[in-house]
C-alpha cells in the first residue's frame, strides 16, 4: 500500500504564491484568420487593378492574344485546390482521431498539389507567349505572381505543421496548427477560383 506525500506550505508565504497567467485559448487560429483575411482582401484589390486596366482596352481592342492561356491546365489546377481541400480536413479529421500516420498522407497529398500548381503555373506561361516588357503581360504576371507568393506561403505553413505533426506536437487534444493551416489554405484556394475566373475564363 503506497501514501502519496502532499506538499507542505507554510501559512506565511501562502501571500508570496503567484497564480500563473492565463493560457489565451486560439492565439495561432485567430493570427491565421485574422491574416488570411488581410491576404484575400490584398489579392482582391490586386485583381481590382487588372480588370479595371482591362476594362479600359477591351471595348476598343484586344486583350489578350488569341489563345494564349489554354484553359486545360487552370481547369485541372482548379480541380486540385479542390482536392487539396478535401486533403486538408481529411488531415484534421485524422489527427483527431490520433491516426498520425493518414494525417501525415493527406498533408503529402496537399503538398503534391502544391508542387503541380507551381509546374503547372510554370509551364502556362511559358506556353503563353506573354513578356512583362508589355503592359497586358506585365498585369498578368503580377496577378498570377501575387497568387503564386500566396500559395507559396500557404504551402510552406502546411509543411511546418506536417512536421509538426509528425514530431507529435499535434494530437486529438490539440489540433490548432493543423486547423489553423486549413484556414489559411481556404484563403489561398478562394484568391485562385477569383484568378481563375477573372484572368482565365473571362481573358
Same mark, same amino acid.
Given at each position: 500500500m503506497s501514501t502519496?506525500?502532499?506538499t507542505y506550505v507554510? &501559512?506565511?508565504? =501562502?501571500?508570496?504564491? *503567484? @497564480?500563473?497567467?492565463? /493560457?489565451?485559448?486560439?492565439?495561432?487560429? &485567430?493570427?491565421? =484568420?485574422?491574416?488570411? *483575411? @488581410?491576404?484575400?482582401? /490584398?489579392?482582391?484589390g490586386v485583381i481590382a487593378v487588372y480588370l479595371a486596366e482591362r476594362a479600359s482596352v477591351v471595348p476598343d481592342d484586344e486583350w489578350l492574344p488569341s489563345g494564349a492561356l489554354d484553359l486545360t491546365t487552370p481547369n485541372l489546377m482548379l480541380a486540385g485546390f479542390g482536392l487539396s481541400l478535401v486533403f486538408m480536413h481529411w488531415s484534421v479529421q485524422a489527427i483527431g482521431n490520433d491516426d498520425r500516420r493518414h494525417a501525415w498522407i493527406a498533408l503529402a497529398l496537399v503538398l503534391v498539389v502544391g508542387a503541380y500548381y507551381f509546374t503547372g503555373t510554370g509551364f502556362l506561361l511559358n506556353q503563353s507567349g506573354l513578356t512583362v516588357s508589355e503592359?497586358?503581360?506585365?498585369?498578368?504576371?503580377?496577378?498570377?505572381?501575387?497568387?503564386?507568393?500566396?500559395?507559396?506561403a500557404?504551402?510552406?505553413?502546411?509543411?511546418?505543421?506536417?512536421?509538426?505533426?509528425?514530431?507529435?506536437?499535434?494530437?486529438?487534444?490539440?489540433?490548432?496548427?493543423?486547423?489553423s493551416a486549413t484556414v489559411f489554405w481556404w484563403a489561398v484556394a478562394i484568391t485562385y477560383s477569383v484568378l481563375w475566373y477573372a484572368i482565365y475564363i473571362t481573358k
Open positions: 502519496e506525500l502532499a507554510p &501559512v506565511d508565504e =501562502l501571500d508570496d504564491l *503567484v @497564480a500563473p497567467p492565463p /493560457a489565451r485559448p486560439h492565439v495561432l487560429l &485567430v493570427a491565421t =484568420l485574422l491574416a488570411s *483575411v @488581410a491576404a484575400v482582401a /490584398a489579392y482582391l503592359p497586358v503581360g506585365a498585369l498578368v504576371y503580377a496577378a498570377i505572381g501575387a497568387h503564386l507568393a500566396l500559395a507559396g500557404g504551402l510552406f505553413y502546411t509543411a511546418v505543421m506536417a512536421f509538426r505533426t509528425l514530431g507529435g506536437q499535434y494530437s486529438a487534444k490539440d489540433r490548432e496548427g493543423l486547423v
